[in-house]
């Protein structure tokens, strides 16, 4: 009886994979946009016609045309959450986002007037700087040829360099003093960063100069 119960829940448990990667809808349905400034451009172009007579997917639970609505934002929060505890990484990110803005406040009342221009007192431009910034081009592969492993360069796509930057600057603000508390050292890197400066631009180079000097390799990508 216990046997049996055990392989029925192994049945259940299989099913319920299935079906939790199956998809109601064909390959033949585009994703929908949902943004009102995206939907405006697209409207206005050839495409928005052909649109009109094209099947489209329903828009998930979380996609929102809401101007408070940043898909970057929304990233980084996921990156910094640890153990599914959202709302202290948004604590963490909106109080980061406070101490920029007192930090370049601070900048700007203090700097002379023809520098004031230069200033960035938005801490989303700053955090989007950063990233750009901080998003690598290339990465390292080990790929193994007769028995020896290579550290071969590859171009990487513009969606996984996003994902290094971030998790860069979240690893480089929590290795800090002790006595320094995250959101301080998350707001200067994150300055650092959009100045082009600090740690974690520093491993972007690094990593570059590594893809630099293994180019005589990047022949083997192709056997990947």
């Known amino acids: 009886m216990i046997l049996k119960r055990t392989c029925n829940l192994l049945i259940l448990r299989q099913n319920q994979i299935s079906i939790q990667f199956y998809s109601l809808f064909p ?18 172009t050839p495409e928005g ?20 609505h940043d898909e970057i934002i929304r990233k980084f929060i996921n990156y910094i959450m640890r ?4 709302a202290v990484a948004r604590r963490v990110l909106e109080t980061a986002f406070e101490n920029i803005k007192i930090i370049q406040l601070k900048k700007y009342y203090d700097a002379a007037p023809e520098e004031k221009d230069n200033i960035v007192l938005d801490p989303k431009t700053i955090l989007y700087r950063a990233i750009e910034n901080c998003t690598p ?8 040829r007769g028995g ?37 050292a998350l707001a200067k ?33 192709w056997l990947e």
């Open 49 to 68: 016609k052909q649109l009109s007579h094209t099947p489209i997917k329903p828009a998930l639970t979380s996609d929102t045309c809401s101007e408070f």
């Open 137 to 144: 081009i290339l990465d390292l592969h080990n790929i193994s």
């Open 27 to 44: 390959t033949s349905y585009v994703p929908p946009v949902y943004k009102k400034d995206q939907q405006k451009e697209i409207f206005e």
């Open 148 to 184: 020896i492993t290579y550290k071969v360069p590859v171009p990487i796509s513009e969606r996984k360099g996003q994902f290094k930057s971030m998790n860069w600057l979240i690893e480089t603000a929590k290795d800090k003093p002790n006595q320094t508390h995250l959101v301080d």
């Open 83 to 86: 153990k599914g505890q959202r």
């Open 189 to 221: 890197e994150l300055i650092s960063a959009a100045n082009n400066e600090g740690r974690t631009v520093k491993k972007k180079q690094d990593l570059h100069k590594q893809c630099e000097e293994n180019r005589a390799y990047a022949h083997y990508r």
